[in-house]
């Protein structure tokens, strides 16, 4: 007498998920690649925006002040919460340039 076997398979997916650079978990430096090109230094910055980036209301606090730097608040608070060494006088204006 023979026997007969049937056997079921089931199918078994298994998927890996393998975090992007630049998110928290994932191997290598994660502020480095997870900061925007133009806030990484103030070279990158004052290639944008010649004069610095400053508050609405900022006033250069440097002997000889700068005062045709673009004024935005939005834009200087995303710069320092990218990069806080862009404005290192802290008078409200990052990257200012003559």
Same mark, same amino acid.
């Given at each position: 007498?023979?026997?007969?076997?049937?056997?079921? +398979?089931?199918? @078994?997916?298994?998927?890996?998920?393998?975090?992007?650079?630049?998110?928290?978990?994932?191997?290598?430096?994660?502020?480095?690649? @997870?900061?925007?090109?133009?806030?990484?230094?103030?070279?990158? +910055?004052?290639?944008?925006?010649?004069?610095?980036?400053?508050?609405?209301?900022?006033?250069?606090? $440097? $002997?000889?002040?700068?005062?045709?730097?673009?004024?935005?608040?939005?834009?200087?608070?995303?710069?320092?919460?990218?990069?806080?060494?862009?404005?290192?006088?802290?008078?409200?204006?990052?990257?200012?340039?003559?």
């Amino acid at each position: 007498m023979q026997r007969t076997f049937r056997l079921s +398979l089931a199918l @078994a997916v298994a998927v890996v998920v393998v975090p992007a650079p630049g998110i928290a978990g994932a191997s290598g430096p994660t502020t480095a690649s @997870a900061m925007p090109p133009l806030y990484k230094n103030c070279t990158n +910055l004052n290639r944008k925006y010649p004069h610095g980036v400053g508050k609405l209301k900022a006033r250069d606090k $440097s $002997s000889d002040p700068v005062t045709n730097f673009k004024r935005s608040t939005k834009l200087y608070n995303t710069a320092m919460s990218h990069n806080k060494g862009l404005d290192r006088d802290k008078d409200g204006v990052a990257c200012e340039k003559a």
